[in-house]
C-alpha cells in the first residue's frame, strides 16, 4: 500500500453559505455530521469517515485546504519527511478539524493547501441514520442526488508541469492520462494514489489567478443516478452548466453544476473501470485529440475554461 | 503498493470445450486473443493483459490454476520468499503460459493451485479492435454480455479459516468481510489485495470435494448491462441459476448462470464501492443476519450451496 | 377513441391509516391533493387528475372501488346504457369523489365495485410543485420511489372466465395476454383499454374470499428506478415480498412490496412495450410454461397466490 | 379506437444503400425481413410487422412514403373517403408492398406521400429468431443499438400550421405538444394518433426544400440503452450529431445520428410517459423558451436546423 491511502475531505470556501449548505444536503444528497460557527462537515452516505467536505464561510469562493488520508503513523511519518526534504513550501503540523488527528500542512506551488493526516473518527451513524446492511457507513436515504462517497476535485495551476512534480514528490501520486498541447505544454494532468483511476485533476489556469479551484466530485453508482439528478438540478433550478455527456479523457460520465456561492460541484460515474496495472503507462492525449470533443462529440462549453473559483477580475 | 497487485487470470477446466468456448465469446461477450491445442485465452474489452480467462480442454471442469500479478519483480521475489518460508506446498517456477512471464505456482491447503508472476504481455489491439477512446484496451464491440474486467472468483474450502492463513500469508491479502457460523467456524471469507471490495472469496465446502470452485465473476459498468444480459442468456439458452439481485455481503449487483459444462460464471456490478480505508476492519456476519436472504430478501437456492465443479460423486 | 378512456384511481381500504399514508408519501413517493376526515387523495407526479388513489380508514384492507375514465359524456353515456344492459349488478350514479364529476357505479360478480365518470378535475400544481418543464404534472421530486403514474391494479376472482365477460361487457376492455390452466380453467386474465399492455389483471381467488384484492401498481420511467426503491424499501423496513425480477408474463420489469396494513404494492416498468396491434391476438400461457416461473426463472414465491386483502380466515 | 391505429412503416431513400444496409442491420439493430432488387425490408425486434422501415435505393436521400395502418377494414375505408372529400391531393391505391395489403396513398401540402392500409402480414419468426418468452415478436439479439419498436418520424414542412390542418383532417391525428413563435407562426408540432406521446412531429424547414425528412427514431426500453448505443455508434465511426440528452418538448431522452447516406436517426426513450387524456390540451412552448435549450440546458446544435434530406443546393 503507498504511504498516501486515498483523498480524505475537501475544504471549500462559500460566501452563502445558507444557500451552499441547503444546496449540499437537500439537492446533492450529503449528510451533515457536525457543524461549527464557521463551518459544516459533510459526508456522503457511505463515505466512511467523519467528514468529506468541509464547507466554510468566507468573504469568497475557492478551495481551502486538500486532504489526503496516509496508510498508517509510519507512512504518515515517512511522508512528511519526504515533503520536508522536498523544498516545497511547508506550514507544518496543525491539530486537525474536527474528525480527524493532527495534520501535516504544505503548499503547491499555486498557493493551494493541503495537509496529511492518518487518525481519523470513523462515522458512527446515529440509529436514525444506521443501515439496513452493515457493510455501508450509513443508510442509503435517497435524498436528492445521493452520492455514495467523495470522488476527486480538480485544481487549476498556471504550469500543469510542476504542478505534477509537486504531486509525484509530495504525495507519491501516479499519472493516468494527461493533455499533451502542441506548445508542448501539459494541459492537463489526472493523478491517483490507488486503484481509482484519478483522485485530483489539474488543468491550465486560464484566468490568471492563483490557487484557484475548478471542481470537486461525488461518484454515484450508477449512471442513471445522474440522470436522475439532471431532473433534481433542473427542478431546484441548480445551474447546470454541462452534460451528462461522457469524457473522452477516463471515460467518466459527468454533469456539471454550480453551486448557489458558484463553486462549481460535479457528479460522475466511472463504471468499473480502474486502474489495477502495477505499471500503468499515462495515456497522453494530443490537442487535436481534444478537439473532437467530448465521448460523444459534446462540445467543451466556453465556461469550462475560463470559470474557477474564486473568480478573478 | 502491495507485492501483489492484483488478480491477473484464472484457468477453467471444461469438458466442453467446444461449447464452452462458444458460449465465452459470442454470448458472455469476452474476446479470445489466441488458442492452441489444448487453450483458449480470452479477455474482457477493457482488461490489460493477453488473457484474463484459459479455458483449457479437460475430462472434468473446475479450477487449473489461479494467478495474481505481482506490483513488481522485486515485488514477486520477496512475495515468493515468503511462500517458500510458509511450508505450504510449493510447486516452484513454471515458464509460464502465452502472455506472461515465469510464474511462480504453490497450492493451499485444499488442493487449488495458485500462480504469481511479474512479466506480462500488454493486449495489443489488433487494427479491427482498436478502440475509438485510446484510454481502453480494446473497443467497445457490444457483443453479448459484454462485461469491462476480470472481478474476482469463488472457491470452496473445507475450512475456511485455514484458507484465511493461506491468503494472508502467500498473498498479503486481507479480509473485507465474513461470515461467523454459529458453531465458530467461518463460513466464508472475502479477500481483497487492493482497492476492490474482493478479488476472491472463500466458502465452505458442503459437497466433500477437495480443490472445487464455485464461481468466476467479471465486471459490468452498470447494473442495466447485467438485466440486459440476463435477457441475452434467456435467449441463448444458457441455465439461468439465481439473480438478477443484490447480495447482501459486498452489496453487488449479481447474476449466477452455469456455463455449458457446468462452472458457474457470475456478472456483477459493485457500483462506486471501493475499500479505500487503509485500515478496514472486516464486516462480520452473523449466521441469522444470513438467514433473511439477500439483500431485498431473496432466499439462496439450494444448488448454489452444493453445486461447484468439478461434481462429485 | 374507446368509450373507455383509461383507468382513473383505486380506493384502497387500510385499517392502519397513518401508517399507510406516512408509507405511501415519504417512502413509494406519491403526493397528498387533499385529505379528509376518512379519506386521502394521492398522486402520483404526473397523474393529471386530482387524485389516482383513495386512501380510506377502514376495519379492514382491501380494494373498494376502481374508478375508469370515460373518453367524452356521451362515450361515458353510451357505455352506461350497455352496463344497464347487461344484467351486472348496478349501483347508479353516485356524485363523485372529491376531484371528478359523478359517476356511474357497477359490480363485478365477485363484489368489486367498479365506476365510470367523465368530469375530473386537472391537478393545477401549487407554487412549490410547479414542474421547470411544463409538460408534466407536477415538478419531479425524487422522494421515496417518486412512481410517474398509475400503472394497474389486479382483482382476484373464484372464475377468471367470467370476470372476462364483465370486463369486455362492461369496459369494453380487450385481453392482451392470459393463463390457460390444464383443467381448462382460466388462471389469469390481463386486460386494457387503450394502447398500454394492461391497466387491469385478475388472477384466480385461491383463498375463497370475495371481493378480494392482489396488487396496485404504478409505474417507473426506467428499471433503474425500481432497484434503488428496492434500497429504500429495505432501509424504511417495508416488506419486500418478490423481486426485482422480470415477469414472463407482460415481460413488466416489477418490484412486490406489502404496505403496512397488509395491501400488495407493485412497482413496475414496461419499457417501450405497447399494444398498438388493433387485431392483438391474446397471448395464451399454458401451465407448464408457467411452471418456469419468471423470465429469468424467479420462482413465484408461495405468498404471491395465498396473500389477498382483505386476509381470509 | 382511433380509424388509424398507429404509425407503421417508413420508406427511406438512400443513395448508400450497401452502407445503409450495414447501419441500420449490424449497428442500429434492425432484423432484416426481406430484400428484393431496390429494397430492403427491416424492423425492430419487438415490431408485429413484416417491416417498419423499407430501405429504397434511390439518387438521393430523404423519406419515400409514410404509411399508418388503420384499426379495421371499415376504418380504413372511413377514413378514405374523409381524405378523398378533403381535397388534399390523392395519389389513390395502389397494391401495397410485400408485408401489408392495398393502401391509399394521399400527400401533404409539402409532397410528402402517406399511406393507410389495414391488412397486414404478422412477422412469423424462423426458428433461429423464435423467443423464448411468446409475448414479444422475435428473439431479443441484442445486437447493436437494438431498440424494441419504430417510434416516431420528423418531418419538415414550409408551413406547420397548414401541416397541422392535414394531420388532424386525414388522420385524425391529435396535437400533444407544439411551438409558438413570437411571429405568431408555429415552428413545430407533435402529433399522436393514439396513447403515445407522439408518433410524428413536424418542423419548420428552413432550408427552402420541399418533402424533406429531419428523423426517423427508434425506442429503447431504457435510457442505459441509449449511453451504450452512444459507445458502439462511436465505435463504429458513426457521425453522432447531439445527445444523448433529455428534450424539453416531450421530455424524451435522445440520441442523434446520421446513417451512412446522411439521414438523421435517432434512438429515443419516454420512460413510462403516455398521453391518457381523452381531452389532453396541447403544450404549447414559447420561442423564449424554446432558447432554454433541452431540457437540461444542453443547445440545440446548428446542424439541427439546416440539415435536412434530401439537401438542398
Redesign the interface.
Known amino acids: ?2 504511504d498516501i ?2 483523498l480524505g475531505h475537501v475544504e471549500l470556501y462559500t460566501n452563502q453559505f445558507d444557500a451552499s449548505l441547503d444546496f449540499f444536503t437537500r439537492v446533492y444528497g450529503l449528510t451533515l455530521t457536525e457543524q461549527d460557527a464557521t463551518s459544516a462537515y459533510l459526508r456522503a452516505f ?1 463515505d ?1 469517515e467523519h467528514h468529506s467536505l468541509k464547507l466554510t464561510r468566507h468573504h469568497t469562493t475557492g478551495v481551502a485546504h486538500i486532504a489526503y ?4 503513523e509510519a507512512a504518515l511519518l515517512s511522508r512528511v519527511a519526504k515533503i520536508e526534504a522536498s523544498g516545497y513550501e511547508v506550514i507544518g503540523w496543525v491539530d486537525g478539524d474536527p474528525g480527524h488527528g493532527r495534520a501535516f500542512r504544505f503548499k503547491d506551488p499555486f498557493e493551494h493547501v493541503f495537509e496529511i493526516y492518518w487518525e481519523t473518527q470513523r462515522y458512527h451513524a446515529p440509529d436514525v441514520e444506521k ?6 457507513a450509513q ?4 435524498r ?1 442526488a445521493a ?3 467523495l ?1 476527486h476535485l480538480n485544481l487549476l495551476a498556471a504550469n500543469v508541469e510542476e504542478f505534477q512534480r509537486f504531486m509525484e514528490t509530495c504525495l507519491g501520486s501516479r499519472v493516468t ?1 494527461m493533455i499533451q498541447l502542441d506548445n508542448g505544454r501539459i494541459g492537463g494532468c489526472w493523478f491517483t494514489v ?3 483511476t484519478y483522485d485530483l485533476a489539474c488543468t491550465e489556469e486560464h484566468g490568471a489567478g492563483t490557487g484557484r479551484f475548478h471542481h470537486l466530485t461525488y ?7 445522474i ?2 439528478a ?6 431546484n ?1 441548480v445551474h ?7 469524457h ?4 467518466t ?1 459527468f ?1 456539471y453544476i454550480w453551486e448557489p456561492a458558484g463553486n462549481r460541484i460535479e457528479l460522475a ?6 486502474i ?4 500503468w503507462e499515462p ?1 497522453v ?1 494530443t490537442e487535436s ?1 481534444r478537439k473532437k470533443g467530448q ?4 462540445k467543451t462549453i466556453e465556461t469550462f475554461h475560463t470559470h474557477g473559483t474564486p473568480p478573478v477580475e
Open positions: 500500500m503507498n491511502a486515498h457511505d466512511y488520508r496516509a496508510s498508517s443501515p439496513a446492511l452493515k457493510n455501508i443508510r442509503y436515504h435517497g436528492g452520492p455514495r462517497r470522488d492520462e490507488n486503484n481509482k461518484a454515484t453508482d450508477q449512471r442513471e443516478d440522470l436522475r439532471a431532473d433534481i438540478f433542473l427542478e433550478g447546470i452548466e454541462t452534460g451528462p455527456h461522457k473522452a479523457i477516463q471515460g460520465f454533469l460515474n466511472s463504471g468499473a473501470r480502474l489495477l496495472a502495477p505499471d495515456v492525449w485529440e465521448a460523444w462529440g459534446l
